[in-house]
């Protein structure tokens, strides 16, 4: 089935930014929609951003627009989050997330298939 690997995370100060990745094994996630979501200890997760089956099709939360941007890059089989103007209300743990199923739909749905481990973002001056 297919896996999933985060990377990028780190400690940074307020306005700086990081680019988080998640890449895929066994299978091309061209062919999969891919969320990214965040979560801290003791909140409820939330979705953050969204790219389709096709890259035309990206979402953003109102809180995170103007400042992250999502992508991929299909010869590495790699979703990015860059995050820029990070700040104390970005919670700490990103968690992308896969399906075959395009659910960058407007919906905002948590029911993807794959997840990958979870990435530390720590924002402090």
């Known amino acids: 089935q297919l896996k999933l690997v985060q990377s990028g995370g780190g400690l940074v100060q307020p306005g700086e930014s990081l680019t988080l990745s998640c890449t895929g094994f066994i299978f091309n996630l061209d062919h999969f929609s891919i969320g990214w979501f965040r979560q801290a200890p003791g909140k409820e997760r939330e979705a953050v951003s969204c790219i389709g089956t096709t890259d035309d099709i990206t979402d953003y939360k109102d809180f995170v627009k103007g400042r992250f941007t999502i992508s991929r890059d299909n010869a590495q089989n790699t979703v990015y989050l860059q995050m820029n103007g990070l700040n104390d209300d970005d919670l700490p743990v990103y968690y992308c997330?896969?399906?075959?199923?395009?659910?960058?739909?407007?919906?905002?749905?948590?029911?993807?298939?794959?997840w990958g481990q979870g990435t530390q973002v720590t924002v402090s001056s």
């Open positions: 997330a896969s399906d075959v199923l395009d659910w960058c739909d407007g919906g905002w749905s948590e029911e993807y298939d794959y």
